[in-house]
């Protein structure tokens, strides 16, 4: 990322490791096969508060510091799969 001046760095299960470089993303990478190995992946670079955030919340938006290359932004989601699609309520304005 540093060499490339990237701003971001993208993995989701199924799909192919990104970086984000202006307003490009690049495929840096292998597709990550299961699961477990993005959440090792992930779990590398946040403390033991931020996992437990992620585990409450899906999702955890936060930066580390390297020293002497700069901060990155750190973004991690995990997608839920839907049995059905929820109904959404419509109100009916007057």
């Keep these: 990322m540093i ?5 971001n760095l993208f993995f989701s299960v199924g799909a192919p490791v990104n970086i984000k470089i202006k307003e490009y993303t690049k495929n ?3 597709k990550f096969s299961f699961s477990q190995d ?3 992946l992930a779990y590398l670079i ?3 508060d931020q996992v437990a955030l992620f585990k409450d919340n899906l ?3 936060t930066t580390i510091s390297i020293n ?3 901060c ?3 973004n991690i989601h995990r997608l839920v799969k839907l ?3 929820p109904k959404i309520k419509h109100s009916n304005p007057k």
């Design 46 to 48: 946040v403390n033991d």
């Design 68 to 70: 002497k290359f700069g």
């Design 28 to 30: 840096i990478g292998n």
């Design 3 to 7: 060499d490339h001046d990237a701003s």
């Design 72 to 74: 990155f932004r750190v």
């Design 83 to 85: 049995t059905e699609i």
């Design 38 to 40: 993005a959440r090792t």
């Design 59 to 61: 999702e955890l938006n």
